[in-house]
């Protein structure tokens, strides 16, 4: 079977799977394995769990809750809703005064961090209530911080 015919028969069996409302994790390590299985025997059955330790044995994963208790922590105290107060007073002028900061401080933050989805996760816990709050549109408080997120 060519490289081609594999790919493609993973591609539709992807399609297949997501398509049926599975969980987008569960649907994705479905068809992993079924393929594993089909070219490889059941004995690749057996590095499965070596292949996940080894994923999360990755150092920089070890940062990721850190970084999303610490959004927890600005975000339930009083020191997020003063910053977003003195953005606002502060960039009164500007239209989109608070997307565009939010923007900025996912930049930094992500450049931090290296990560997008603890970028999205710190800023937009505090983030988006604070521009909901303000008058922005839902959509928009969440698409700057999607965008913002993958600068780093």
Avoid: Q
Avoid at 23 to 39: E, K, Q, T
Avoid at 119 to 131: L, Q, R
Wanted: charged share 10%.
């Amino acid at each position: 079977m060519s490289a081609l015919t594999i790919g493609l028969l993973i591609f539709l069996a992807t399609v297949a799977v997501l398509a049926t409302g599975l969980p987008i994790a569960f649907g994705l390590g479905a068809v992993a394995l079924l393929f594993m299985v089909i070219f490889d025997g059941w004995n690749s059955i057996h590095f499965v769990p070596e292949t996940i330790f080894a994923g999360l044995s990755d150092f920089t994963l070890v940062s990721l809750p850190m970084f999303v208790i610490m959004g927890a922590a600005v975000a339930s105290s009083r020191a997020g809703s003063d910053l977003y107060e003195a953005l606002a007073r502060w960039l009164h002028r500007v239209p989109g005064s608070l997307v565009i900061s939010n923007i900025g401080a996912c930049a930094l933050f992500s450049a931090l961090t290296g990560s997008s989805p603890a970028t999205c996760a710190a800023i937009g816990k505090m983030g988006i209530p604070e521009m909901r709050k303000r008058g922005y549109d839902a959509d928009l408080a969440t698409g700057a911080i999607a965008a913002g997120g993958t600068l780093g």
